[in-house]
């Protein structure tokens, strides 16, 4: 459904792309007016209509504002005590400002006429009320000055139709801030943008003023206008992506369709997002998918990091093969078939599953590192053939055992984000305060000796400070979002193994859907990291991939949704 007002339908829209444009004589008036604003320095002292004001200031008021926050207030003053106190202040500050120019310079301010907050009838002094902390306006956290650019364009705006009524405009900013707001009795934290003259001008000047006195000239357009980056600055710092992102006709096709729904557009939220990605990947007709499940023991279980005793993993890794683990049940439900990967589980290949292990030694993290480069590039490339393959066959989700491995996941996730160990080490499967310890311990003590060994490139990362279940995942994650499969995640450990491809092809980013956000501590911070949202939040801490595998039910459920809804634009 179109949005409430708009009455075009999305095939209009793609029939016609410019087809808001307005007429040809709105657009040369629109570019006239931009062309022959001026700044008037010289007034008549005729009154200026209340009604024209008012026309002018409701352009003002039109203009747009960060977190539309409108911090924009215009004191309209014809007091003349006021303007007389004012246009003494603005002749000090010139004074003093002359004073600190080169000759030159000084004599040309000084021809330069300054009376126009004597002469206009009007003065506007456009203040921005900054009493709103910045983090509470939409998009003023990042950029806390925003505020002060849309009272800027609030400006323009009034200066604009202040031209087209054939008003002159000239803005002064000829004053000491405190001054002017201490004349108008501004309360803290609202400041002034300077005073604009108003009224009818006693000039009509063909040129700008001070290009006309030789202060200075328009650029060339091309002097202004870069392409891509800035001129001579250093190729980009992460690694370039062989991967290309969905192109946007693919995403827009993908909302197009998504548009001609019976129901509002985004109605699904979280899950419409997931759909769209889906779509735009090519996969809008897909109805299964495969939960790659990749399990490994590891050294580190050896510091009583988990509550659990190593033989569980193997013991999962059977119910799996068997279809009973509560992860593949998971899968089956949601109708996705498992592939069980043994990377490395204590004691003989468990039968069933796909055998990928690490070759040469392996270390507990805080002593050594957990396998060879060698060792952690060949998991990777297995990894990728096994997510190529099941690529062909839908959605790939991700899932991992591994007694310990949250230990690792942290670990990892420390060694890649910088992480302290403190926010990224959690609970696991059910630690007490004494393994919660234990496991900040080692994982501190596993960042030092990697920073110490100098790891610098997501694979030596890996090396160092992961695990072979999280290499094969993150080698899963590359082969299949080359071959154009999105990819479902789980919890800690598949993210931060999702996270390390990301770093080595960041071109995979958007084939990942973050399937939960789980309860495990550190998970949040490597899903902002990868810059995904999660579709679900129930405070899991399953692993086995039960979150992967809940997700890509719902996913392939908004799928078939999304091609089984009426249509309301034919
Ligand atoms: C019976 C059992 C089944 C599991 N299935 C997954 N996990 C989850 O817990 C393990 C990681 O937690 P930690 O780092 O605290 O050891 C992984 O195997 C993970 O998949 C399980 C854990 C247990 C005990
Ligand atoms: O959230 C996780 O990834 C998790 C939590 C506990 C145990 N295993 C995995």
């Known amino acids: 459904m179109p949005l409430v007002g708009d009455a075009t339908s999305a095939s209009q829209r793609a029939a016609d792309p410019a087809g808001w444009a307005m007429d040809g004589p709105t657009r040369d008036a629109l570019h006239r007016v931009v062309a022959a604003r001026r700044d008037v320095r010289r007034f008549r002292p005729d009154p200026v209509p209340d009604e024209v004001l008012e026309r002018v200031l409701t352009a003002a008021h039109a203009a747009p504002s960060v977190g539309h926050s409108q911090p924009w207030r215009f004191v309209v003053v014809q007091d003349p005590a006021t303007r007389d106190r004012a246009a003494v202040l603005t002749d000090r500050e010139r004074l003093r400002q002359a004073a600190r120019l080169a000759p030159d310079a000084a004599r040309r301010l000084l021809d330069l006429q300054l009376e126009g907050v004597r002469e206009a009838p009007l003065?506007?002094?456009?203040?921005?009320?900054?009493r709103a902390p910045a983090a509470g306006v939409l998009g003023r956290a990042t950029f806390p000055d925003a505020d002060l650019w849309s009272c800027a364009a609030a400006i323009q705006n009034l200066w604009l139709a202040a031209r087209a009524e054939g008003l002159g405009l000239g803005w002064v900013t000829l004053f000491r801030p405190e001054?002017?707001?201490?004349?108008?009795?501004?309360?803290?934290?609202v400041v002034t943008l300077g005073w604009l003259c108003l009224g009818w001008p006693d000039e009509r000047p063909p040129a700008p003023g001070l290009e006309r006195a030789g202060w200075s000239r328009r650029l060339p357009l091309a002097d202004v206008v870069l392409r891509e980056r800035w001129p001579g600055a250093a190729p980009p710092a992460a690694p370039p992506s062989a991967l290309r992102a969905p192109g946007r006709h693919a995403v827009v096709a993908a909302r197009d369709e998504a548009d001609r729904l019976l129901t509002p557009p985004g109605s699904l939220g979280v899950l419409d997002r997931a759909v769209d990605a889906v779509v735009a990947l090519g996969g809008a007709g897909t109805t299964r998918g495969t939960l790659v499940l990749a399990a490994a023991d590891h050294p580190v279980a050896g510091h009583g990091v988990s509550a659990y005793s190593p033989g569980v993993s193997r013991d999962v890794v059977r119910a799996a093969v068997a279809g009973t683990s509560?992860?593949?049940t998971a899968a089956r439900t949601a109708g996705l078939r498992v592939r069980v990967v043994d990377a490395g589980v204590a004691g003989e290949p468990v039968p069933g599953t796909t055998v990928l292990r690490p070759a040469g030694p392996r270390g507990d993290l805080a002593g050594a590192p957990a396998m060879t480069p060698a060792a952690a590039r060949e998991l990777l490339d297995g990894g990728r053939r096994l997510g190529a393959e099941a690529a062909g066959a839908g959605l790939v989700a991700l899932g991992e055992v591994g007694v310990g491995n949250t230990t690792v996941a942290a670990a990892l996730a420390c060694g890649l984000l910088?992480?302290?160990?403190?926010?990224?080490?959690?609970l696991g499967a059910g630690a007490d305060a004494a393994v919660l310890a234990r496991k900040r311990q080692v994982v501190a003590a596993a960042v030092d000796r990697a920073r110490r060994a100098g790891v610098d490139d997501p694979l030596d990362a890996l090396a160092e400070l992961g695990g072979p279940e999280l290499a094969v995942l993150a080698g899963v994650v590359l082969g299949a979002a080359a071959a154009g499969s999105a990819v479902v995640l789980d919890g800690y450990a598949t993210s931060v193994a999702a996270l390390v491809a990301v770093r080595l092809e960041p071109g995979v980013q958007p084939a990942l859907l973050a399937?939960?956000?789980?309860?495990?501590?550190?998970?949040?911070?490597v899903l902002q990291e990868l810059g995904r949202e999660p579709l679900l939040d129930l405070r899991l801490r399953a692993g086995e991939g039960v979150g992967a595998a809940l997700a890509a039910g719902l996913v392939l459920a908004g799928l078939a949704l999304r091609r089984e809804t009426a249509r309301v634009d034919p």
């Open 515 to 525: 399937g939960q956000r789980s309860r495990e501590r550190g998970h949040e911070l």
């Open 123 to 130: 003065g506007v002094v456009v203040c921005c009320d900054r």
């Open 326 to 328: 509560l992860g593949a």
């Open 418 to 426: 910088d992480a302290d160990p403190g926010d990224a080490v959690g």
């Open 179 to 189: 001054e002017l707001a201490g004349l108008l009795g501004l309360p803290d934290r």
